[in-house]
């Protein structure tokens, strides 16, 4: 009987286990149709806004300066250059709106209606309990490479729906993602199309576009991605098809695979082969891969993940706790959000198993979480799910960020890139590492500064 993977959170949550594709940090913010004008001497009450015909905004501390209001039919900018010409006018400027320090926002919704809504459904994103996305995604600014421009990371899945074509729709929040070199094992066709909405999840983590105003935020948002479809409708694959979708993937320039599916506990390397073969073919041309270490709530990995040259990668929940349904062990490398419940590990004080913990949240099919997921294609929400799926995308995104950084230099190894992430994770229960979060907690942040990794930060 042939092994056969699933993905590895394919488990039903009810269950134990600047426009699109920017390439520049948007402008910044400022109070709409509101000018703060200051004066070499105190003006007289509204004079600067009196000779244009400003009326003055109520509220100026400092007696030599004024808010004034922008009049009706006339553009911010133009008004600046008005007051700005006005003798006794010291400066003119827009009334700029600061954020809180340490990284960039993206305006993105969420499923509010107010910008940088985002942040109530992806905590797995922030700093502290997530991986740190803002100072990643400030980091890739100051590079000139923003969201990991120009890094290709491939995702072997149940495809991903970035095009429309028949019954199948592009996932509304993927119009600034870039797709290449798609292919369907499955199907023997090159359009790896979702059946079942889990490797939409997953590359909507990746690379959903950010800063449009809508949806969700990707990790590795200006990335491009490779959709390779080796698992089925109902989320499973077989290793024959798998071992050749990584082939694929490197042969076809992936530099990152994410491997987002695992065999059964009982699977071992002697039974996959070709899997293996593939992995080491990847490794030693430079690609990192990246795996779910699996949701058995076992302390063994499961494969792929326990290969030597993949990066395994744990779940967390929201208390920084290791999820119940995650496997580590003495070969895990590092753990990412996941969500769900706490594990019962009474020596981690971060750890509370009683209490009802949040999912993650990214868009694919509405009906991802019903019991026939993938049955309308053409619908997309923003729907939860966890398990250690949901953690190994955030790992396989930094390790693009990372690339596309610098800081390890042009062409970084597999190898050095382990290193990288491992020495900039938080640690997490105790010795550095151990078998229930490796080396730590992803940051995200951390890994993509240019400040040598055990530098202290200096006030600014």
Known sequence: MPARAQGAAAVPAHTTAPQAGQTNPAPPAYVPGRVLVGYASTPAPAHGARMIGIRSAAGAEDPASRIVRVPRGQTLWDTIAELRRQPGVAYAVPDYIAHQAGGWIPNDRGNTHHPQGWEQLQWNFLPGVGVNAPDAWAHMFGVRRPGGRGVTIAILDTGVAYRTWGRFRKSPDFAGTKFVAPYDFIANDPYSLDREGHGTFVAGMIAEATNNGLGLTGLAYGARIMPVRVLDANGNGDSATIAKGIHYAVTHGAQVINLSLEFDINVNASEIPDIIRAIGFAHRHGVVVVGASGNDSSRQLAYPAAAPAVISVGATTRDRCLASYSNGGAKLDLVAPGGGDDANLPADPDCH????????????????????????????????????????????????????????????????????????????????????????????GAATASLPVTAPAQPQ
């Open 353 to 444: 198993p009683l209490r009802n913990l949040p999912a993650v949240h990214q868009m694919t099919f509405s009906d991802f979480d019903s019991i026939s997921p993938g049955s309308n294609t053409t619908r997309f929400s923003l729907p939860s799910s966890y398990g250690t799926s949901m953690a190994a995308p955030a790992v396989a995104a930094t390790a693009a960020l990372v690339i596309a950084s610098g800081v390890l230099g042009p062409h970084p190894s597999p190898d050095r890139i382990l290193v990288r992430l491992e020495q900039t994770a938080t640690p997490l229960g105790g010795a550095q590492p151990n078998p229930d979060y490796g080396y730590g907690l992803l940051n995200a």
